[in-house]
Antibody
Framework: EVQLVQSGAEVKKPGESLKISCKGS????????IGWVRQMPGKGLEWMGI????????RYSPSFQGRVTISVDKSINTAYLQWSSLKASDTAMYYC??????????WGQGTLVTVSS | QSALTQPASVSGSPGQSITISCTGT?????????VSWYQQHPGKAPKLMIY???KRPSGASNRFSGSKSGNTASLTISGLQAEDEADYYC??????????FGGGTKLTVL
């Protein structure tokens, strides 16, 4: 069974750094892209970027380029999304999903990130 | 890279059919057959319902179908059921290995 399990909810202050994770299982992790999707409170889905665990090839949406970093540790089947300096506007639910053929077929349960002073 | 345009809300009675539109440009929806549709119930992760414009993944009801004409893709749900009440998002390949979502449509089953 394909599963993506994300790390737990986080509460951070503005300016702090953060790295959240997404662990894949039940399939060949290195052979499928992993994408990240943001959903701000009460808002729609936004595609942030993807990474290919096999060679760490990474692509970003222009809206998120330079604001977040996507990385992977294929030895433990885990992808990451990180911020170096959080803002209140980063408060959102973040989903990882397996991307196959330009669609997202399996999704993680989501990680809620709250940034507040 | 702008979000695709969806109606904010649609509604229908049980047993009826509804269609949700998703309008993009010749750079995304109009340039390929790579539109997907996702269903999201409150507090839950999205679920893939349609991929590559009109294909259904295993586990998705055959009451859901997808189509496209020009720069507009559509999701049709036939035989509307109470459990279909949810938010629906379209998504298209937008070039350079990127995807773009629509703004989402809230479906109400009356």
């Amino acid at each position: 069974e394909v599963q993506l399990v994300q790390s737990g909810a986080e509460v951070k202050k503005p300016g702090e750094s953060l790295k959240i994770s997404c662990k894949g299982s039940g399939y060949s992790f290195t052979n499928y892209w992993i994408g990240w999707v943001r959903q701000m409170p009460g808002k729609g889905l936004e595609w942030m970027g993807i990474i290919y665990p096999g060679d760490s090839d990474t692509r970003y949406s222009p809206s998120f380029q330079g604001r977040v970093t996507i990385s992977v540790d294929k030895s433990i089947n885990t992808a990451y999304l990180q911020w170096s300096s959080l803002k209140a506007s980063d408060t959102a639910m973040y989903y990882c999903a397996r991307e196959y053929g330009n669609y997202l077929d399996y999704w993680g349960q989501g990680t809620l990130v709250t940034v507040s002073s | 890279q702008s979000a695709l345009t969806q109606p904010a809300s649609v509604s229908g009675s049980p047993g009826q059919s509804i269609t949700i539109s998703c309008t993009g440009t010749s750079s995304d929806v109009g340039s390929n057959d790579l539109v997907s549709w996702y269903q999201q119930h409150p507090g839950k992760a999205p679920k893939l319902m349609i991929y590559e414009g009109s294909k259904r993944p295993s586990g998705a009801s055959n009451r859901f179908s997808g189509s496209k004409s020009g720069n507009t893709a559509s999701l049709t749900i036939s035989g509307l059921q109470a459990e279909d009440e949810a938010d629906y998002y379209c998504c298209s390949y937008a070039g350079s290995s990127t995807l773009v979502f629509g703004g989402g449509t809230k479906l109400t089953v009356l």
